[in-house]
């Protein structure tokens, strides 16, 4: 495993095998409200065992690059939704599970609009906005048990700017 990491651009194509990218592209699905508002219908694959769906808001800091990653987590029970609430980019980290284990890491820098749902199960960095405010909506599982796992590397990683 390389020390670094290099943000790459977050894309459907290339996040899919680690969840889905809610973005508003292309011609909405529908038009409703007497045709002023556009629907961009069933973006992501919302997934919980025992429990039901839940928003939350989170207020995270700014971090900056280059970043230090020293560990990811990832929710066996159900999926993670974040949504934005400003138009900032902010960092998303996501690696394979391999034997239980985060291989492969991934990071992906997000446009201006775009957010993320996290499979259930995706090992994935913590929430890391580039910017203030870090206010973001969270669509996730709300029910009994802990619902997270944390992997710690041996040694911290860098995320930092493309090539």
């Known amino acids: 495993m390389s ?3 290099h943000l790459e651009p977050l894309t459907a194509l290339d996040f899919a095998p ?16 007497q045709g002023l508002c556009g629907r961009f219908h069933d973006l992501a694959l919302m997934d919980f065992t025992q429990g ?9 800091e700014p971090g900056q690059l280059p970043l230090k990653l020293e560990m990811v987590e990832r929710h066996p029970d159900g ?12 960092v998303v980290v996501v690696a394979q599970d391999i034997e239980g284990h985060p291989k492969n890491i991934r990071a992906f820098l ?12 995706t090992w ?14 969270v669509v996730d599982r709300i029910g009994p048990g802990s619902n997270l796992e944390e992997y ?4 911290p990683l860098t995320i930092d700017k493309p090539k």
């Open 52 to 60: 039901r769906a839940g928003i939350s808001l989170f207020s995270a």
């Open 110 to 121: 997000s446009a201006p609009g775009q957010g993320v749902n996290y499979h259930k199960g």
């Open 18 to 33: 680690f969840g889905d990218v809610l973005e508003a592209t292309g011609t909405p699905d529908k038009m409703i409200n």
């Open 152 to 155: 710690w590397f041996d040694h």
């Open 79 to 90: 999926s993670q939704a974040f949504i934005p609430m400003a138009l900032n980019p902010f």
């Open 3 to 5: 020390d670094t990491v």
């Open 124 to 137: 994935h960095g913590v929430l890391t906005p580039l910017h203030a405010p870090g206010l973001f909506a």
